[in-house]
């Protein structure tokens, strides 16, 4: 079975400061990972998506992520917050070659960015 | 392309009433996905199809729920009777076969039941 961890239901940053939102995930299969965003009253949206081309993965707005197998985590990141940045996010996992397409969803990490 | 569009935006009903989710997947997807969003168990899958057929609908909480997907550009989602615990934001999203599993939002849908 496939799950997903996030490590914090909420993160606080200054604007201009890095933001790390923390992922652990759990798969029997190969996982493909995901990161989404969803901005308020909004749908989710695709940050972007580890399918084992490269561990580093580059996303939209300047956010990227590292999939690291010894640690089974898929840590979000950003080197400077924005304003717009404040959203909820949610690390996604899903199984490949298992034959099932439904994505795992993790509870979400809400981030708040200060002036 | 217009995206996943979902009818209605809100909807606020009475315990007991027949409630109808609406989705317009995106052209050319052949995956559908019902998702529910609610502040306690987060973002739960509820059913979704390929090429129109039903694959998992493990997600469903009880028979008041039933989905169909008539053809490839359409499906319903149905809670009948509703109760106050099916509040909640249902979402609609679509994704290409073969692909990159990419999912395509719809707005969604606010469900109160009061």
């Known amino acids: 079975a496939q799950s997903v961890t996030q490590l914090d239901s909420h993160v606080s940053v200054s604007e201009g400061t890095p933001v790390l939102l923390r992922c652990n995930y759990s798969s029997s299969y190969s996982p493909s990972l995901f990161w989404y965003v969803q901005h308020p009253n909004k749908g989710l949206q695709l940050l972007l998506k580890y399918t084992s081309a490269a561990t580093l993965v580059k996303g939209i707005n300047g956010f990227e992520a590292e999939f690291k197998k010894s640690e089974t985590s898929f840590h979000l990141t950003k080197p400077s917050a924005h304003m717009s940045d404040a959203a909820e996010y949610f690390c996604?996992?899903?199984?490949?070659?298992?034959?099932?397409?439904?994505?795992?969803f993790g509870s979400g990490t809400r981030l708040q960015v200060q002036p | 392309d217009a995206g996943v569009i979902q009818s209605p935006r809100h909807e606020v009903t009475e315990m007991g009433q027949e409630v109808t989710l609406r989705c317009k997947p995106i052209?050319?997807?052949?995956?559908l996905f019902w998702y529910r969003q609610t502040m306690m168990r987060g973002l739960e899958l509820l059913i979704y199809?390929?090429?129109?057929?039903?694959?998992?609908d493990s997600g469903m909480p009880e028979d008041r729920f039933s989905a169909k997907m008539p053809n490839a550009s359409f499906s319903t989602l149905k809670i009948q009777p509703s109760e106050p615990r099916d509040s909640a934001v249902y979402f609609c999203?679509?994704?290409?076969?073969?692909?990159?599993?990419?999912?395509?939002f719809g707005s969604g849908t606010q469900l109160s039941v009061l």
């Open positions: 999203a679509s994704s290409l076969v073969g692909g990159s599993e990419k999912l395509f």
């Open positions: 996604v996992v899903s199984e490949r070659g298992t034959g099932r397409r439904a994505l795992t």
């Open positions: 052209s050319g997807h052949d995956y």
């Open positions: 199809f390929n090429n129109n057929v039903p694959i998992d």
